[in-house]
RNA sequence: GGGCGAGUAGCUCAGUUGGUUAGAGCGCCUGCCUUACACGCAGGAUGUCGGGGGUUCGAGUCCCUCCUCGCUCACCA
């Protein structure tokens, strides 16, 4: 292949959608994304296994910018580690996503005019399903598209025959273990949705309502005795049973026992006594409304009391099958917003509405559709927590599991210490059917891990339970079902469990991070990962959550046909502070994803340089090559390769922990992925770009040849080979894309793919090392301070400050210079030494050897050892009889104090000065 | 109401265990198409580190307090 072949693959322009294309492709191909049970070394393997679970996307719709961060760190992670050459596996998935996806068809068909009951539940399943295949298709194809390197044999998705077998063993293990059952209870209810919802699904919301304080007439009492009860939501009113006071408050003492006279619906109900009340609050009397308050339910349950209800699943006014007449007609079928606003009508006309009052309290809404929720007397399949959260609040206490930030470490053990018991039953079609069958003869209840078709009793016909399981059930399951559970000793599941991180965000903490926990220990007995990391969430520049229904989301795919999936990986890793949230603004993507796509020009720019430079040849290797054969910049930058390895590897790691626990001083470092995206960044373009590669110019131009040339070659291409290794996690595309191409020795092992090529590592940092940074820190000091003055004075760039110094055209420029020059080194480098090229840097060193950098003027440091020597000694001989003077008594005593005082400062300055100047002459000078 | 987090350059954010002159990217100003790159190069300006108090030789960093924003949990009708 000839240089200008190569150079016909790499345009001028980069062009990111072109230079990705196809590059994937030859991955999967290639099968590298694929790990193989045998080769983890739980299975006889000599890899360690690495395992990631993909938070599984839900199949509603496609992919937003949360995902593209979710993803891009779950990517960078896992290709850190392949390249580390561990048996990586990321394991790609799908969420079926109960309520949201049933949400999605029916509206759909509710803009057809039809109803879910108009299809059926058959035809409703087989439309969804449809519905799924399209969508999920174009998730994994988006997953691709960003770079994500999972292993698709191993996709799953939740709603599928091998995962669909898992969920129906967990819930049967479950009850087997008496943590399923059948509870008869007030549940969080979505009146639109029309299903009950777990705790969590429930979410609090803060709302200005009133507070309506109510008379309620006593029974059998003269004249119009009234008790005052106050309540946020008078609709309930007529499903009261009771009125409650505190057993302790004697303001109502003498009423218990007696009744009330419910308003409106005119029953009598009982005035009694619970704890429950609090005697501070509103007038101290509680309404009791068992099927419509939780709490209700509970005192109702204490008191035996009925538990009449008096709406419907949608949320409009209804007697229940309760035999009293609690709704009167003209309230029946409203709505209870509706409801609430003719009954305050009705009591304040009747005199009954003391006052009513502003009051902020708690509603909870819907978390898919944000309806208000409604407690609702219902019967619901419940998961016992208790014992399940016992060791998952075991395994974060004593560091066999960490999360990251620390801080919700915290969050997670107070959610577990107060865990209630789960909801796990649905009102809903697109889901797992309840494994539980009826049969309508004997009444028995059959809960089974396979269909049943009759009654194992009597023979009976059977039906089964038709409520579905929440979504979460069976995504709790992840980690295990994906590898093969139940089927325990299958090779995925003994090579790959427990896996390593998982990777998402806060807001699923409970939802499924906490209850995957709970699901490892209770089926595999072991934590399903030792590390939680949870990043933070995308906003807009507003900081408000980006979401599609509220218009400020960012479609991934734009950004990646825009600016290139390497610079949508590099914006979200860059900006990804340990737990912190990533603004983005999406009104100007130029503004937020630039940043990315000009650095990956840059490495194309370095790339065309190289390859344009050193060539196609296969250059020496850089261990081949002595320490006699290094320049002063060679041997800098490969201490700064040494040292950016460091920092990366110290960023990112440790990948797992040490001895089975995180230890404390390792628990909470790591994956710090801003650090490692920013030291990547600075050595590719403030070492190797700006300078290195500057140094390289004069030398392997064409003209230089020899062996200098040939080092030069050698070094810059091993630079750019560990900086592209380095950055291979975050900007997969590009820098597989030049390393193909990279003019590496021959002799070299050389993998197939930068993807799987190995991690770069560090040796440990020589005084050889530090020397060579100190010395061309000066350098670059020197070659800053002749732009500095070029700048200052507007020396057009064609033009020599060395001619215009000599030829003294400008005298103050001629100051400016002496003056900069000196505060480098005081008289220790002129300007002079031959006549450089127009606009580069001379930097002549002590041994001979000259640096040259183009922009700059001239720097002689080859005389100056000598001054800096002179100016040492002549300081040696001052401070000597300095010292010595202040050690005699003869001046110390006799001298003013002020005198003396000035000079022990003296002598302090005098001995930083030699400090200095003696470590100016170790570097320039080298010894 | 409880808990947690944040407030550092115009914007988005870094600032490890308190230690020379507080950093980066973007933006801004000046000059440059210097044969890898104008998606670039060189140079430059910009901070009462939310307010107040304290500990210390020394505080962006530790303590107290107040203010402003988030997040999260909660059965007070």
């Not at 993998?751 to 040796?763: G, K, N, Q, T």
């Amino acid at each position: 292949m000839t240089t200008t072949q190569q150079l016909h693959e790499l345009p001028a322009q980069y062009d990111a959608g072109q230079t990705e294309r196809g590059i994937y492709e030859r991955w999967v191909e290639a099968g590298i994304f694929s790990a193989d049970e045998k080769r983890s070394r739980r299975n006889g393997g000599d890899r360690e296994p690495f395992v990631i679970v993909m938070p599984p996307p839900n199949v509603t719709s496609v992919l937003h910018m949360g995902h593209g961060l979710n993803n891009s760190v779950q990517d960078v992670v896992i290709r850190w580690r392949r390249m580390r050459g561990d048996e990586a596996l990321w394991i790609p998935g799908l969420d079926h996503a109960g309520i949201a996806t049933q949400n999605i068809i029916e509206k759909q068909l509710a803009a057809e005019g039809k109803s879910r009951d108009d299809l059926g539940r058959e035809a409703f399943v087989v439309r969804t399903t449809e519905f799924v295949e399209r969508t999920g298709g174009e998730i994994l194809q988006q997953l691709r598209s960003i770079g994500a390197s999972c292993d698709w044999n191993r996709t799953a998705y939740t709603l599928s025959p091998t995962l669909s077998r898992a969920v129906r063993e967990a819930f049967v293990q479950l009850h087997e273990r008496g943590l399923i059952y059948r509870g008869h209870r007030v549940i969080h209810w979505c009146p639109r949705c029309l299903t009950s919802l777990s705790d969590e699904e429930a979410q609090h919301g803060e709302e200005q309502g009133q507070l309506y304080h109510i008379a309620y007439r006593l029974a059998d009492s003269r004249g119009d005795e009234t008790l005052a009860v106050a309540t946020t939501r008078p609709e309930t009113m007529l499903g009261d049973v009771a009125l409650a006071v505190h057993p302790d408050d004697s303001r109502y003492r003498h009423l218990l026992g007696k009744s009330a006279i419910l308003p409106i619906s005119n029953i009598r109900i009982p005035i009694i006594a619970d704890e429950y009340v609090d005697p501070a609050f509103g007038t101290g009397v509680v309404k009791i409304t068992p099927a419509h308050d939780a709490n209700d339910f509970e005192v109702g349950t204490r008191h035996k009391l009925p538990t009449p209800v008096i709406m419907t699943p949608e949320g409009t006014m209804a007697n229940g099958a309760d035999a009293e007449v609690r709704v009167p007609p003209d309230l029946a079928g409203l709505d209870r917003f509706e409801a609430r606003r003719r009954i305050v009508e009705l009591l304040k006309r009747s005199g009954q509405l003391v006052r009513a009052e502003p009051h902020q309290h708690g509603v909870r809404h819907c978390y898919r559709c944000d309806t208000v929720v409604e407690p609702r007397l219902s019967d619901q399949w419940f998961v016992r927590m208790e014992p399940l959260a016992k060791p998952a609040l075991k395994a974060v206490r004593d560091g066999t599991i960490r999360i990251l930030p620390e801080r919700w470490e915290a969050v997670y053990v107070d959610w577990l210490e107060n865990i209630r018991d789960w909801n796990i039953s649905r009102q809903l079609w697109w889901g797992h059917r309840v494994p539980v069958w009826y049969c309508d003869s004997c009444g028995k209840q059959i809960v089974s891990r396979t269909d049943v078709s009759a009654c194992d009793s009597c023979g009976g016909p059977v039906r089964q339970d038709e409520d579905v399981l929440d979504t979460w059930f069976s995504s709790w399951l992840f980690p295990i079902s994906t590898l093969g559970w139940p089927d325990k000793s299958g090779a995925a599941l003994v090579a790959f469990y427990p896996t390593d991180d998982l990777i998402t965000a806060p807001e699923i903490l409970f939802f499924w991070v906490s209850r995957m926990i709970m699901a490892g220990y209770a089926f595999m007995d072991a934590a399903p990962f030792h590390t939680v990391y949870l990043h933070g969430t995308v906003r807009d520049t507003d900081h408000v959550k980006m979401s599609k229904s509220l218009g400020n989301g960012i479609d991934p795919l734009d950004v990646v046909n825009n600016y290139g999936a390497d610079a949508l990986r590099y914006t979200v890793i860059a900006g990804m502070g340990m737990g912190a949230d990533l603004i983005l603004d999406h009104r100007d993507l130029e503004r937020s994803f630039a940043p990315g796509r000009n650095f990956a020009t840059k490495l194309w720019n370095i790339g065309r340089f190289l390859l344009t430079n050193v060539g196609s040849a296969p250059v020496r290797s850089v261990h081949e090559l002595t320490d006699k054969d290094l320049s002063l910049p060679d041997r800098w930058i490969l201490g700064r390769l040494n040292s950016t390895i460091r920092e990366c590897d110290l960023a990112l790691g440790p990948a797992r922990p040490g001895k089975g626990k995180w230890r404390a001083e390792e628990r909470y470092s790591g994956l710090r992925l801003s650090e490692y995206a920013e030291a990547a960044r600075r050595l590719v373009w403030n070492d190797i770009a700006d300078w290195y590669l500057e140094t390289t110019k004069g030398r392997i131009a064409p003209a230089a040849g020899g062996v200098d040339s040939e080092v030069a070659r050698a070094v810059l291409t091993h630079a750019f080979d560990t900086a592209l290794r380095l950055l291979h996690p975050i900007m997969p595309f590009i820098t597989e894309t030049l390393w193909q191409r990279l003019p590496t020795p021959i002799a070299a092992e050389r993998a197939e793919f930068l993807a799987i090529a190995e991690w770069p590592v560090a040796h440990p940092a020589s005084t050889e090392e530090e020397r060579a940074t100190a010395q061309f820190d000066i350098v670059r000091e020197a070659v800053t301070a002749l732009r500095q003055v070029r700048s200052d004075y507007a020396i057009p760039p064609g033009k020599s400050i060395d001619a215009i110094i000599r030829a003294r055209e400008n005298e103050s420029l001629f100051q400016a210079h002496d003056q900069l020059i000196g505060r480098l080194a005081r008289a220790s480098i002129r300007v002079g030494g031959k006549a450089p090229a127009a606009g580069a840097a001379h930097v002549l060193l002590a041994d001979g050897s000259e640096v040259i950098i183009p922009l700059g003027g001239v720097v002689d440091l080859t005389k100056e050892c000598g001054r800096l020597r002179t100016e040492l000694e002549q300081l040696e001989i001052q401070l000597h009889s300095l010292s010595k003077r202040l050690r005699n008594e003869g001046f110390t005593g006799r001298a003013p104090a002020s005198v003396v005082e000035a000079e022990r400062r003296k002598e302090e300055d005098w001995l930083k000065r030699r400090e200095h100047l003696t470590d100016k002459v170790k570097a320039l000078c080298g010894g």
